[in-house]
């Protein structure tokens, strides 16, 4: 079996252990309740005096951040470090492509510098998984987010939020808020969801934010905030992507907030005992209230939390599946040689 | 050979750790159990010798060496030690001792709790096949198996040890 073989998605090793995260497409639930189980020992490790475990010891763990961001880069590093990986950061929007030096070249640098594992971000979608197909693919590639595409550490933090807050999945009536049109979280989101179990995901937005084929995610769709959220017991709002959105998708943002932004009023719609989560950063004012952001059924900095955790689980869980990749390769070339 | 029943050693331990920590004039030790097995027989000893205490739980799966070669177990426990580490004396119990690679591994994960007084070392059963130079201060019973064969602790209640044979990898 080569590494390319296409019977076997690119994510996964042919033991079937994760190698890289690229998306949760394709993912069972298995191997995601096993993300998330893993991230669950790993939260104890954060609430330790010494919080670093010896895992990926001598290994080198590249940021590579095409596009900015500061909250999944900086718990992507503390991650890779809480596992006493060696953590570089590179800022490429701020370097190298500013010299004309192309994706594949600066990746080929950085694999020649003995890099064990990468972390993308980059504005287009399939970035990471380009990269693990083409340009290197001994090295695993963990998807910090492409594009419009998928952000699929950000859909486990969210699904462990939610399973810590409310037990399970399958009896749960999750709403996810605002601009799904560019967001990449509520595609994993919504695939996670589907792939754990839960019976009632919905999306509410205005037309002009909503992606066409959105039945395919298996989610029912509302238009109208107050009738979406009756009864939820979540409540997922994403950040309305300002710097994403050229003109003519929303009147105003006034009007936005009006129409789709999170007040305590329109909560209230919701199980009492529901929690509002957001991937942050959050714009006050623009989708949600403060007092909402703020308030008693907020668990927004909960996860942060559990997202340095989450990512602890998928660095070490795709290291392993990569070092076993290349023994099980290595094997078979030299039994071939024999 | 037939496996020894734990239930006929763990008073003999009991007595035998009672007197090796009174030789070092320890007091009030606090007892960790090494997931799963260890747990239980540290639970059994403390029954035997009539403690009520909290017992600290260590799961070493972060600490392997063997991590980047088996993988990461998907079920690792959370280590939880309830009582302070720094200048205590620990009694570190595991189930099966046979390379000595869990109790490396248990020994790296306690130091970076705190630095320990001391810490005396407790197996129910010694496959006496060391790769480290790691010695248990009370040991069950020691016996030598066939190179195919591994022993596992069945409980929590009752504990009982049962044979079996590796599967050829």
């Known amino acids: ?338 | 050979m037939t496996l020894p029943d734990p239930a006929v050693l763990l008073p003999r331990m009991a007595a035998e750790l009672t007197r090796h920590l009174q030789a070092h004039r320890i007091d009030t030790p606090r007892f960790v159990g090494i997931h799963t097995g260890g747990v239980w027989v540290a639970q059994a000893l403390l029954a035997a010798l009539g403690r009520e205490e909290p017992l600290g739980v260590l799961d070493v799966s972060f600490y392997r060496d063997d991590f980047t070669q088996s993988g990461l177990h998907p079920q690792v426990r959370p280590s939880a030690l309830p009582f302070e580490i720094e200048g205590q004396h620990l009694v570190l119990v595991d189930d099966v001792l046979m390379t000595g690679r869990t109790v490396r591994a248990a020994l790296n994960e306690l130091f970076d709790y705190g630095r320990p007084a001391s810490v005396t070392l407790v197996c129910l059963l010694d496959l006496d096949a060391r790769e480290l130079p790691i010695r248990p201060d009370v040991v069950g019973q020691t016996l030598s198996l066939a190179p195919d064969e591994r022993v596992k602790l069945l409980g929590p209640a009752p504990l009982a040890l049962e044979r079996q044979a590796l599967a050829s990898a």
């Open chain 1, 1 to 338: 079996m080569t590494p390319n073989d296409a019977k076997r998605p690119l994510q996964l090793n042919d033991q079937g252990q994760l190698r890289h995260f690229l998306s949760l497409d394709g993912l069972s639930r298995e191997l995601l309740t096993e993300i998330l189980d893993t991230a669950d020992s790993f939260l104890e490790v954060g609430t330790r005096a010494v919080k670093k475990v010896p895992l990926l010891r001598g290994k080198t763990v590249c940021n590579v951040f095409f596009e900015n961001s500061t909250r999944t880069r900086t718990t992507f590093e503390m991650a890779a470090q809480r596992l006493s990986a060696d953590v570089i950061t590179l800022n490429v929007s701020t370097s190298s492509t500013s010299k004309g030096e192309t994706l594949f070249d600066t990746l080929r640098n950085l694999e020649a510098m003995a890099a064990d594992m990468f972390v993308i971000r980059h504005a287009d979608s399939g970035a990471a998984h380009f990269i693990a197909e083409h340009v290197c693919p001994d090295v695993a590639v963990i998807n910090g987010g492409d594009g419009r595409h998928a952000h699929p550490t950000q859909g486990m933090l969210d699904m462990l939020t939610i399973r810590r807050h409310k037990g399970g999945f399958e009896n749960l009536s999750v709403a996810i808020v605002g601009d799904i049109l560019h967001s990449r979280v509520a595609r994993s989101d919504m695939l996670a969801l589907r792939t754990l179990g839960c019976p009632d995901i919905r999306v509410i937005g205005p037309k002009t934010l909503l992606p066409t084929g959105l039945e395919q995610y298996g989610v029912r769709v509302f238009h109208d905030l107050a009738e979406g959220l009756r009864d939820v017991d979540v409540v997922i709002m994403l950040r309305l992507q300002r710097e994403r959105m050229q003109g003519g998708l929303l009147p105003s943002q006034g009007e936005f907030y009006r129409l789709y932004g999170l007040s305590t009023a329109r909560l209230a719609l919701a199980r009492p005992d529901a929690i509002v989560m957001h991937p942050g950063p959050i714009n006050r004012g623009v989708e949600i209230e403060s007092a909402v952001a703020d308030g008693a059924q907020s668990v927004i900095l909960n996860q942060v939390t559990y997202g340095i955790a989450v990512r602890m689980a998928v660095l070490s869980m795709a290291m392993s599946g990569q070092t076993a990749q290349r023994q099980l390769t290595s094997e078979s070339v030299s039994e071939e040689q024999i």
